[in-house]
């Protein structure tokens, strides 16, 4: 019961420190650490002591899959330089730099354990670097250099510290270093790829939702125990196996059972995530307890935390100048970039777990926890409060909603093409206008991501007069059902059916609406599609009339949505999602095929031709 009353106390500590940290506008995992150290010190809080098997057995194996799923592989792979430069190249030189700056501060500490605690610090933390840096909106290809390099670089501080504990046994070669890095990595490697093919195989033969997840909560504890049990890599294992998973997963999984994985996953990462920076705080009293009881000056102790805490902040600047100068001249972007990729190299859980793996005897044990136990504190408080002031100093925008929408319209436009290339040859019999009603449901779908890019305050969009009677109509339905349910006429399975397929729709306008709401005018030149397109090239944007209008529309008192703008007469007419679509009829009419947003703060221009923007 005790055990059971802790963990259901953890639980609502998370909860509530996550809802707090929204409401005052702070990142949760700042708020959860202060709040664990806070506890700590509070008598009627009992004393808990964070094993290290409780973290690599039971919370580093779920975090990975759950951070690997959610990286895009495509993203992973064109960035696979600066990530292993990062995640083994920069691991590597922090370890070295620390373990010489350690043995210079303790007196009579043997470099094996030098060494030991420089790999315990050396690797940021993926959930503590992402969790922080989306939530301030970071550039999309900083945080994703983040997620590589925390995903692979536990991988590598593990093998170092495990090596220089060896090395304190005696006969350890560098050779011997060297092949058992390679056979750690590339066993770990393997046996990703292999859980990899058990599982989609798995998936094929198997496309119940409910077994399918639970295929997936399984699949990263099989993955890292196998792997460990083989002693190669099991951060490895299981961080290859949920990006080939998670890259696979729109041709291995049922729609439904994606959703499942999805959602659940969402709510394992949340919990666990959020526990792991609460229990990092809890932690504090104890060390600082067995760190006064080990007879060490408290000074000298102050001295190598702080000068480790600094030291691990310092070597990462170092080595992103290095890298930046001399392997990175080309790819490495503004040197605003650089700046942040070094800031952000929070630690987190899996630095304090690695701590607790240094054997109980060696020489200042409690002194080499305290350290690790600052340089994670100190980094997540330090760095973790600051970074969205540098942000904002350096003036790092983050990923722009309009050119998200425009993105997303833009590829709409070319799945629809697809699709309707399959119903344009006909070979079926439409007695029915099946055929119709399938045009006119993409057309809806597609009109609605366009009305995204434009809002208007004097009037609403077709798709948000949808969304807001629809989510009406949905809510009177609800209601209806629920009072069929009382009279028990209906079966429990056929009404639990039916409200779910009324969540589905609602969490889709829900979805919709609150990204409307958060859409802003862009401030940056969108991603074009349309950068080989012919028509494009030939047709740049004009500056458009200050209060454009659709004569046509004016004419037969018809309310547009947006208008476009013909880049070769200059005739301006509403848009596709406005009752009468007179810039399309234009091109029907003139084969003209390009036009260009007339609406204010919009410079995107469009193709009919091509079904690409410019």
Same mark, same amino acid.
């Given at each position: ?6 963990? @259901? ?33 509070? !008598? ?15 919370? %580093? ?30 691991? #590597? ?35 503590? $670097? ?11 290809? #900083? ?147 067995? /760190? ?14 702080? $000068? +480790? ?8 600047? @170092?080595?992103?100048?290095? $890298? ?49 136990? +600052? ?10 409060? +600051? ?11 983050? =990923? ?10 833009? %590829? ?14 006909? *070979? ?93 005018? !862009? ?8 950068? *080989? ?8 944007? #004009?500056?458009?009339?200050?209060? =454009? /209008? ?25 848009? *596709? ?15 003209? !095929?390009?036009?260009?947003? $007339?609406? =204010? ?8 031709? *091509?079904?690409? +923007?410019?």
């Amino acid at each position: 019961m005790e055990i059971a009353f802790l963990l @259901v106390a953890i639980a609502a500590g998370v909860l509530a420190g996550t809802a707090l940290a929204g409401r005052l506008g702070i990142p949760a995992p700042l708020l959860l650490i202060a709040a664990g150290i806070t506890a700590s010190f509070v !008598p009627a809080v009992p004393e808990l002591h964070l094993h290290q098997d409780v973290v690599l057995l039971g919370l %580093l194996p779920p975090l990975l899959y759950a951070a690997a799923l959610q990286t895009s592989l495509v993203d992973f792979n064109a960035n696979r330089r600066p990530i292993l430069m990062l995640s083994v190249g920069l691991v #590597i030189f922090t370890a070295a730099g620390i373990g010489v700056l350690v043995h210079a501060l303790l007196p009579g500490i043997s470099w094996s354990a030098s060494f030991a605690i420089g790999a315990v610090v050396a690797p940021p933390d993926a959930v503590a $670097a992402t969790s922080i840096g989306r939530r301030i909106g970071l550039p999309r290809r #900083i945080v994703t250099l983040l997620e590589g390099e925390s995903l692979l670089n536990d991988a590598t501080a593990l093998v170092a510290l495990r090596t220089a504990l060896a090395a304190g046994l005696g006969g350890v070669t560098f050779l011997d270093v060297g092949l058992d890095f390679l056979f750690a990595a590339g066993g770990g490697v393997l046996l990703g790829v292999a859980t990899f093919l058990v599982v989609a195989w798995l998936r094929k033969h198997l496309t119940d939702p409910v077994l399918d997840s639970a295929i997936s909560l399984v699949t990263p504890f099989v993955a890292y125990l196998v792997a460990e049990e083989l002693e190669v890599s099991g951060v490895l294992a299981v961080v290859i196996a949920g990006l080939l998973l998670g890259h696979k997963a729109p041709v291995l999984q049922t729609a439904q059972s994606r959703i499942a994985d999805r959602m659940n996953w969402r709510t394992i990462a949340f919990l666990l995530e959020n526990a792991v920076f609460l229990l990092i705080g809890l932690q504090a009293r104890w060390i600082l307890g067995d /760190v006064s009881d080990s007879g060490t000056p408290a000074s000298r102790v102050a001295l190598v935390c702080a $000068a +480790t805490l600094v030291g691990v902040v310092v070597l990462r600047f @170092v080595w992103m100048c290095l $890298a930046r100068l001399t392997l990175f001249r080309r790819i490495a972007g503004p040197w605003s970039h650089t700046v942040l990729l070094a800031w952000a190299g929070m630690r987190g859980v899996v630095t304090l777990a690695a701590a607790f793996v240094i054997p109980a005897g060696t020489d200042y044990r409690e002194v080499l926890l305290l350290v690790a136990f +600052t340089v994670v504190a100190g980094t997540l408080l330090g760095q973790g409060l +600051t970074l969205p002031w540098l942000v904002r100093r350096l003036r790092v925008t983050g =990923p722009d909603p309009a050119e998200d929408a425009l993105a997303r319209a833009t %590829l709409l436009e070319q799945a629809s093409r697809a699709g309707l290339a399959v119903l344009d040859r006909g *070979d079926y019999d439409d007695q029915h206008g099946v055929a119709d009603l399938i045009r006119q449901r993409l057309e809806e779908r597609n009109f609605a991501a366009w009305e995204r890019l434009t809002t208007h305050a004097e009037h609403e969009a077709p798709s948000e007069m949808y969304s807001r009677l629809r989510l009406e109509m949905l809510g009177a339905e609800r209601a209806r059902i629920l009072e069929i349910r009382k009279t028990g006429n209906v079966a429990a399975e056929v009404v639990g059916e039916v409200l779910a397929m009324l969540d589905v729709e609602e969490s889709m306008l829900d979805a919709a609406t609150q990204e409307r709401e958060e859409l802003a005018v !862009p401030g940056s030149s969108p991603r074009r599609t349309g950068d *080989d397109c012919e028509h494009l090239a030939s047709y740049p944007a #004009i500056d458009t009339a200050p209060e =454009p /209008v659709c004569q046509q529309c004016i004419a037969e008192d018809v309310q547009w949505v947006s208008l476009r703008e013909c880049l070769i007469c200059g005739k301006v007419g509403c848009c *596709d999602s406005s009752p009468r679509r007179h810039a399309d009829a234009h091109f029907r009419d003139t084969g003209h !095929p390009v036009i260009e947003s $007339a609406e =204010p703060g919009e410079d995107w221009r469009w193709c009919y031709l *091509d079904h690409v +923007t410019g």
